[in-house]
Each structure stands twice: as structure tokens, then as C-alpha cells.
């Protein structure tokens, strides 16, 4: 029996994070039914003439698509599909049409929306692919009814541990490897977060709901890995790695007793960190992890609490000096701008990164200003303050979803917080370093300490040296 072809798109982009989501989706399809091609428009040359050449005797073609940009390009990509082939299905998911999947099927050039966790919502709809009269019987779904969108019941989070494995050889890794300049792998070992901070798309899309796979089949996996493709450090995508105290402990015992020949990194919460014991952090560095990426938000405890962070900026110190005492690195990500954020809530943010960069060379910070993600609980308070977002998919292509909402609404202020993360980076590094790095270092120290940040011309003699 011939197997369906289903080709499964990654538009555009500026990073080279494998797409956890289509390889998920395509590997929970089976093998011997399905011929599942990824092409990602990022590491394939031609993929959207390469995608349109495939679509000819494909069975579906689906898309992930993110707030922002790719939008554009995948809207315009779906229409020459549906011009070229009136019969093909065309599916979205991701994170932009899990919060508005309305505003994509109302475009006319996508038939449905797999909402959320996409793996056994994709797979009914596979099923059924030819017999459209089925769909609106598949949980997790918004498609086209009596020519309005419709929501399908909502599929409850399906444990991870029910999902078969990543299928990786469905992706170029190679290629991937030589565009991230090492052999890293990106693993998704949990879906969710189970918290409910009001600017995170996370807790409308999961509902706050968090499912991890068991330590033993992440190490099993990831050995595989290893043996097939020589990776010497993994990342994990997941929202909150370190969610389940009970898992992370469990998951370093068993990268110790495995001896594990790769580093790792993963995201964690400064108050998860907090509440492990002092003690396992030298076993948390001999297992094999490396950095920690934290959303530490603000420094301003008002700030905090009102974006419902729920910790305390203390425990964004204490987190990071104990990494550090072992040699873990922590990569610390500040927001500001903020609704009703004042200028002092933006000094405490700044004392608190000073500090943090004063602990150790290997704590990181960087600052970027607040987006206005859709869906989010933050931007139904800012609607309240004269902000619009889109109503129909084809208005995000021109949308700068990172300048829709400008801090103090003043431009200026976004110019000033680059300047910053130059001066934090170059402010308090470590290591042998040439007269002119010295140079740079002291007068990016004395700006740092001193908050004046006008008239930056060391990021252009940076760059020109």
C-alpha cells in the first residue's frame, strides 16, 4: 500500500531551534503509513518552490507559525497552495494559531487549526483527512463550519510518556549542526508550564498544565542520540525543565549513573532553583548540566507581583550564586516596559543585573523590551490603555508585535536598554583579553556603574574591530 506523503512546513526565522513541534507531529504518525517530510525554509534553499513542487500528490501540508513575521509568509505561501491545489488540506499549528486559530480560518487559506499539544489531535485528523464531514468530531480543533470557524471540544494534555519518540531522522541534523556551530541537539522532555505568569501565551495554551517524560527514557533517548549522531550538547526546549522537583533530581541521578558524554542546558524558574536543596547543585553540575536560562523578568518585587510571577527578587540572587558556587551557568532574561512600570521599578531591574554580574563571570543578563504576545492575560489590561492588535490574520504581516507597545512611549527608551546589554556584557567579562578588550571593559564598567548609557560609540568601534 502506498503511504500518504505529508509535508510539513517551518516558515522563515532569525534562530535555529529544531522544530520540536512538526517533529513531534510527524513522528507521532506511523511509519509504515505515512511518508512525513519536514522542510524548513530556514537550512532548505528554495523550500517554499520545494514544498509547492511536493503539494502535487501530498495528502496534507501542515504549518507552524509564530506571532510576528512568519506569519506573512506562511499566509502567502498557504494561498498559492490553495490556488495551485483547491483539494489539499492545509493545517496550522503552533503558538500563534493556538491563541487565534478564529483568525486563521476566517483567512479562507487555512482549513483547520490543531490547537495546543498537536500530537494525537494531528493524528485523528490524518485519519480522517479525505473525509472532511469527520473533522468536526476531533477534539482540539477550529475548522470551518457553515462557513464560520468553529471550535472542536478541547483534548485534554496528553502525557508525554504516552507520545512515542522524537523520529530525528526526519530532520537534517547535520545541517542544523553547522548553522548553531556545534553538534547540539534540541529535546523537548515536558509540555506546559504550571504557573500563570499574565505575559506568557503559556497558561491560555496549556491552561497551566505541565506533563514531563520519565528520566529513563530521556537518558535512553539521548543516548541513542548520541551514538547515531555524536551530539555533544543538548538543549532542552522545554517551557520549565526543572517544573517537578521530584523529576530533575531523578533525572541527575541518571545522567550520573549513565555517564553521560554530553553537557546540557535548560530553563528553570529562580524560585524552582530555591526550593532544591542547597546540595544538590554539585550534583546537578556533575550530571552534566552546564547553563540555566531564567526568566528573572524585573527587579522590582511591584513589578513582580503584578505580572504574577509569584517569587520573590531574592530568591533571583540566591538562585544564581548557587549555580554558580559549582560552575553553572545562568543566562538571566530582565523585561521591561512593563504597563504601569515606573522608572523606578526599571532602576531596581538594573541593580539587580549589576549585582547578578558582580557574583561571577558566568552569570549572564540581558534585558529586551516588553511585546505584547496575544491571547495573554497582560494584554487585556493594555486593550484598556488604547492598544490594538489585529483582528484579521493578514494584518500581522506588516504588525511589529516587539514595537506595538513602547516603554514610557518613548522610543528613545528602547535605543537606551540595547545600549545597556553592550555595556553588561562587555562591563563585568572575565579572561585574558587584548589592550583594546581591556579598554572596552573599563569604560563599559565605569558606564554600568555610573547608569549613563548616551552617546554609545564603543558597539561601533566594537564592531569594526
Wanted: hydrophobic share 40%.
Amino acid at each position: 500500500m502506498k503511504r500518504a506523503k505529508v509535508l510539513l512546513f517551518n516558515p522563515q526565522s532569525d534562530f535555529y531551534a529544531m522544530p520540536l513541534g512538526l517533529l513531534a507531529v510527524g513522528s507521532a504518525l506511523d511509519p509504515d503509513r505515512y511518508d512525513v517530510r519536514i522542510i524548513d525554509a530556514r537550512i532548505h534553499p528554495g523550500a517554499a518552490e520545494t514544498l509547492i513542487n511536493e503539494a502535487q500528490d501530498a495528502s496534507c501540508v501542515g504549518m507552524t507559525v509564530f506571532s510576528g513575521p512568519s506569519i506573512g509568509g506562511a499566509r502567502q505561501l498557504s494561498q498559492t497552495l490553495k490556488r495551485m491545489f483547491p483539494s489539499l488540506p492545509i493545517i496550522w499549528g503552533g503558538w500563534h494559531p493556538s491563541i487565534l486559530p478564529e483568525q486563521c480560518i476566517a483567512s479562507g487559506v487555512v482549513d483547520a487549526v490543531v490547537i495546543a499539544q498537536g500530537e494525537a489531535t494531528f493524528q485523528e485528523l490524518m485519519a480522517a483527512i479525505e473525509h472532511r464531514s469527520q473533522w468536526p468530531g476531533i477534539d482540539g480543533l477550529c475548522i470551518a463550519f457553515d462557513g464560520k470557524p468553529r471550535r472542536t471540544p478541547p483534548r485534554p494534555l496528553v502525557k508525554m510518556d504516552a507520545l512515542p519518540p522524537a523520529r530525528y531522522e526526519l530532520l537534517d541534523l547535520e545541517t542544523y549542526f553547522q548553522r548553531k556551530s556545534r553538534r547540539q541537539v534540541d529535546y523537548s522532555s515536558s509540555r506546559g508550564c504550571p504557573y500563570r505568569c499574565t505575559f506568557c501565551a503559556d497558561p491560555m495554551v496549556y491552561k497551566s498544565k505541565w506533563t514531563g517524560i520519565a528520566p529513563e527514557r530521556i537518558v535512553r533517548e539521548l543516548l541513542q542520540l548520541h551514538q547515531e549522531h555524536a551530539i555533544e550538547e543538548v538543549f532542552f526546549l522545554d517551557d520549565d525543565l526543572f517544573a517537578s522537583p521530584k523529576r530533575i533530581q531523578a533525572l541527575a541521578d541518571a545522567f550520573i549513573a549513565a555517564n553521560i558524554p554530553f553537557v546540557w542546558k535548560g530553563t528553570a524558574r529562580a524560585d524552582e532553583l530555591c526550593r532544591l536543596p542547597e546540595s544538590f547543585f554539585p550534583k546537578l553540575r556533575q550530571a552534566g548540566c552546564v547553563k540555566i536560562n531564567v526568566g528573572a523578568e524585573s527587579g522590582s518585587q511591584q513589578v513582580l507581583d503584578h505580572i504574577k510571577k509569584d517569587y520573590k527578587v531574592d530568591e533571583i540572587i540566591t538562585a544564581a550564586r548557587r549555580a554558580a558556587a559549582v560552575g553553572i551557568g545562568v543566562a538571566h532574561s530582565f523585561i521591561t516596559g512593563f504597563p504601569g512600570e515606573t522608572n523606578a521599578d526599571f532602576q531596581a531591574t538594573l541593580a539587580v543585573m549589576k549585582a547578578i554580574r558582580r557574583l561571577h563571570p558566568n552569570l549572564e543578563t540581558a534585558i529586551y523590551c516588553y511585546s505584547p504576545y496575544p491571547g495573554t492575560e497582560l494584554v487585556q489590561e493594555l486593550t484598556q490603555r488604547g492598544l490594538r492588535l489585529p483582528e484579521r490574520l493578514e494584518d500581522w504581516e506588516n504588525f511589529n508585535i516587539e514595537g506595538a507597545w513602547l516603554p514610557r512611549q518613548d522610543p528613545d527608551f528602547v535605543k537606551r536598554v540595547q545600549n545597556l546589554n553592550f555595556y553588561l556584557r562587555h562591563a563585568y567579562s572575565s579572561g585574558r583579553r587584548s589592550a583594546c578588550r581591556s579598554l572596552l571593559r573599563r569604560i563599559s564598567r565605569l558606564r554600568c556603574e555610573h547608569d549613563w548609557y548616551q552617546f554609545a560609540v564603543e558597539p561601533y568601534f566594537a564592531a569594526l574591530l
